[in-house]
């Protein structure tokens, strides 16, 4: 029994308490207007006792029952919203299913009629976010994503997608948000610390930049992650260089690039741009330092073509001629035949003909020029008069012009037709090396 029907038990008791004091022997009640009886005290107290009790009785009950109708209600209407509940969860793995399944249309309906009765359901709100960025409405998919991170802000995958999101809506202030609600929960990610330098050089953050691929080299385990990721400091380092030189700081740029070169001494890009930087200015010398450091750095053919240029502009390419002699004598097999195509072709600019077809036949196997070359040789030999020599010299000679140098990317296996700092393909940094395309 409550509370609030025990004090109405202890009124009627405390009424009749009082009556009873104020007439203790008996109490006259009068029937009609001429009639009336008298009762003793006792049992009129006894009476107004019961009543209290029969009314308190009466309350309780109606209360106790009242309460079973509201439980009996709420039972069944919960009852009703887990029946409710289980068949959108059903809907929802079968749209699951179709996603997985690539089946992007159906799923799209079930989900959108999830979302009709459920709003805020953050597995539909998540799937059809990313249905939407496969058909490309980056606008429409960023808004569900969004919404499906302010029900679930601790959910570090809707996080992420909502971080790629905002990066190809071009947004890297919400992106770098949506990154670092991401880095509370995971720290020490490098993936996610990964995404956060990514958007800093996109936005030339470049302290941030060069923070965060910090962070990332210090989580390196073993071997192989610590050097790409020093080479990755290199290339935050490098990008950093490029953006001072496009802004008029030529000092603070060469600088930048020492220090890219420091982090990893492989580094071409930083290595070839300083000798090219340092060229531009009028110091030779210096440059032809740097390209010639580079080459024992990083053993790139590039930096010999960038030799080449030097000496020949400076009229002295025997000097070159023997830095490339040098060069293949001490290159290992896989390196020995470009640098000796390369050769050959200086060679055959300079009107050494004889030179060049005794180093191609010392070196180079099948190539097609080389083959013209040899057949050439053929006809002199045998006293050709059809002037077959000659046709099969030139085209010789012009399949080696334009055949080298040739590079290849080695991230996408695109060619180009001379080296840049990244591939114009897929624009991977330091991508391109020297292959034999000929």
């Not at 597995?123 to 029900?151: D, S, T, V």
């Not at 492989?266 to 070839?272: N, Q």
């Not at 037709?417 to 034999?436: K, V």
Request: charged content about 25%.
């Amino acid at each position: 029994m409550s509370l609030k029907y025990i004090l109405i038990l202890l009124l009627f008791t405390l009424v009749s308490t009082y009556i009873a004091f104020l007439n203790p022997h008996e109490v006259e009640v009068f029937i009609s207007q001429n009639r009336s009886i008298h009762l003793p005290m006792v049992l009129l107290l006894f009476s107004f006792i019961l009543f209290g009790v029969v009314v308190t009785v009466l309350l309780n009950w109606m209360h106790q029952f009242r309460k079973a109708l509201k439980r009996s209600g709420d039972h069944f209407r919960e009852k009703r919203e887990k029946k409710k509940l289980r068949q959108f969860e059903q809907l929802y793995e079968k749209a699951e299913n179709l996603v997985n399944a690539g089946r992007l249309d159906k799923a799209q309906l079930l989900l959108e009629g999830i979302l009709e009765n459920h709003p805020n359901h953050i597995g539909a709100l998540f799937h059809l976010g990313n249905i939407m960025n496969k058909k490309g409405e980056r606008e429409k998919a960023l808004e569900l994503h969004a919404i499906a991170a302010r029900q679930a802000p601790e959910n570090i995958k809707i996080l992420s997608h909502l971080a790629e999101d905002y990066s190809a809506a071009g947004l890297p202030g919400k992106e770098i948000k949506a990154l670092e609600a991401i880095k509370r929960f995971s720290a020490d990610s490098p993936e996610v610390l990964g995404k956060m330098r990514d958007s800093y050089l996109k936005n030339k953050n470049w302290a941030q930049a060069t923070q965060a691929q910090k962070r990332i080299l210090s989580l390196a385990n073993n071997e192989e992650d610590r050097h790409r990721e020093q080479r990755r400091l290199s290339e935050v380092t490098y990008a950093k260089a490029i953006d001072h030189f496009e802004n008029g700081h030529k000092d603070i740029g060469i600088f930048e690039l020492k220090r890219a070169i420091k982090a990893d001494s492989t580094f071409l890009p930083a290595h070839i741009r300083l000798g090219d930087v340092l060229l531009a200015a009028g110091e030779a010398k210096a440059a032809l330092k740097a390209y010639k450091t580079a080459f024992e750095k990083t053993g790139s053919p590039v930096c010999l073509l960038r030799m080449e240029q030097y000496y020949t502009d400076a009229g002295q390419p025997e000097e070159m001629i023997q830095v490339y002699r040098n060069a293949i004598d001490k290159a290992a097999d896989n390196g020995k035949e470009t640098l000796t195509l390369i050769l050959a072709k200086l060679l055959l600019g300079l009107g050494k003909a004889e030179e060049a077809i005794e180093l191609l036949s010392e070196v180079a196997r099948n190539g097609l020029f080389l083959h013209d070359l040899l057949l050439a040789d053929a006809y002199l030999e045998s006293n050709d008069t059809t002037g077959q020599a000659e046709k099969l010299s030139r085209s010789a000679y012009e399949k080696a012009i334009a055949s080298f140098p040739a590079f290849t990317c080695s991230q996408c296996h695109a060619p180009a037709g001379q080296w840049q700092d990244h591939c114009p393909a897929c624009h991977r940094l330091n991508s391109l090396t020297a292959s034999i395309n000929c």
